[in-house]
Antibody, heavy 118, light 108 residues
Framework: EVQMVQSGAEVKQPGESLKISCKGSGYLFSSYWIAWVRQMPGKGLECMGIIYPSDSDTRYRPSFQGQVSISVDKSTHTAFLQWSSLKASDTAMYYC???????????WGQGTPVIVSS | DIQMTQSPSSVSASVGDRVTITCRAPHGLGAWFAWYQQKPGKVPKLLIHSTSTLQSGVPSRFSGSASSTDFTLTINKLEPEDFATYYCLQAGTFPAFTFGPGTKVDLK
């Protein structure tokens, strides 16, 4: 069974750093792009960026460029989303997802809720 | 950044109704479209990909189509479990990987 399993909920203070993870299993991890998708409370879905595990080719949506960092560890089949200095506006649910043929997301992680509050 | 429009933003319907949701890709982008259903507190679920291909296990009352710049999701004979929010996704050369703002389908 193809699965994307994400790390657990996080509660952080503004200014702190954070790295959340997403482990893929049940498929050839290196051969599928992985996307990170943000969903702020009560809002819609936004694709933040995508990464290709085989060569770590990473693309960011302009509005997220410089705000987050996406990386991958092929050896552990894990993708990461990282912040160096969190803001309250980073409070959201973050999903990782597998892209199929770069035409659609076909498998989603369960989501990682991130709360940033002082 | 490519801006997608999705209409209507919300629709009130009854069980058995036909519901149509449309996304418009600016400049007639010839990219693939997919449709997702999301219920509160749940992970989005893929319904349609490659504009009109029904995902395995999805009921046939869901269908997708396209004309010019408009991409449409149709739900025939709405069932109680279909009340949810629906998102389109336009895929193409990144960063053109864009979700529509969503359409909430609720009970009239």
């Amino acid at each position: 069974e193809v699965q994307m399993v994400q790390s657990g909920a996080e509660v952080k203070q503004p200014g702190e750093s954070l790295k959340i993870s997403c482990k893929g299993s049940g498929y050839l991890f290196s051969s599928y792009w992985i996307a990170w998708v943000r969903q702020m409370p009560g809002k819609g879905l936004e694709c933040m960026g995508i990464i290709y595990p085989s060569d770590s080719d990473t693309r960011y949506r302009p509005s997220f460029q410089g705000q987050v960092s996406i990386s991958v560890d092929k050896s552990t089949h894990t993708a990461f989303l990282q912040w160096s200095s969190l803001k309250a506006s980073d409070t959201a649910m973050y999903y990782c997802a597998r892209l199929s043929s770069l035409t659609h997301v076909d498998v989603w992680g369960q989501g990682t809720p991130v709360i940033v509050s002082s | 950044d490519i801006q997608m429009t999705q209409s209507p933003s919300s629709v009130s319907a009854s069980v058995g109704d036909r519901v149509t949701i449309t996304c418009r890709a600016p400049h007639g982008l010839g990219a693939w479209f997919a449709w997702y259903q999301q219920k509160p507190g749940k992970v989005p679920k893929l319904l349609i990909h490659s504009t009109s291909t029904l995902q395995s296990g999805v009921p046939s009352r869901f269908s997708g189509s396209a004309s010019s710049t408009d991409f449409t999701l149709t739900i025939n004979k709405l069932e109680p479990e279909d009340f949810a929010t629906y998102y389109c996704l336009q895929a193409g050369t990144f960063p053109a990987f864009t979700f529509g703002p969503g359409t909430k389908v609720d009970l009239k």
